[in-house]
């Protein structure tokens, strides 16, 4: 039975287009995991990405788009209306089908 999942990523970014491009394009680069949302607010200096999939495919994606982030994001020289924590502010993850709270609290501990 099929497990499905949504990840909804916020990084801090919203004006510089080459990182949101680059964003955008690990977001699509993991097999499994669908983008399904991609937006951006220059003045929050804000982007928030929406992904779909399997379990494993979007927690991938998210390590990946988190790596990408802590990258080319310079919190040193950040500024905008929305406060943030870091270059990636929060990564929660939804159980959508055949997937509990519960279930995923066991893979996060299975992985850790």
Do not use: W, Y
């Not at 690990?26 to 992904?51: A, M």
């Amino acid at each position: 039975m099929a497990k499905v999942v949504e990840c909804i990523p916020n990084f801090s970014e919203g004006r510089n287009k080459e990182v949101l491009a680059k964003l955008e394009a690990v977001s699509k680069s993991v097999p499994g995991c669908s983008l399904f949302d991609f937006q951006s607010d220059e003045s929050h200096n804000r982007c928030v990405v929406t992904l779909v999939g399997s379990p494993e495919a979007v927690e991938e994606c998210a390590f990946q788009l988190t790596k990408t982030a802590t990258e080319l994001i310079d919190m040193n020289k950040h500024e905008g209306a929305h406060p943030r924590m870091g270059a990636t502010d929060v990564i929660p993850f939804v159980p959508t089908l055949n997937m509990t709270v519960e279930r995923m609290c066991r893979n996060v501990q299975e992985i850790g």
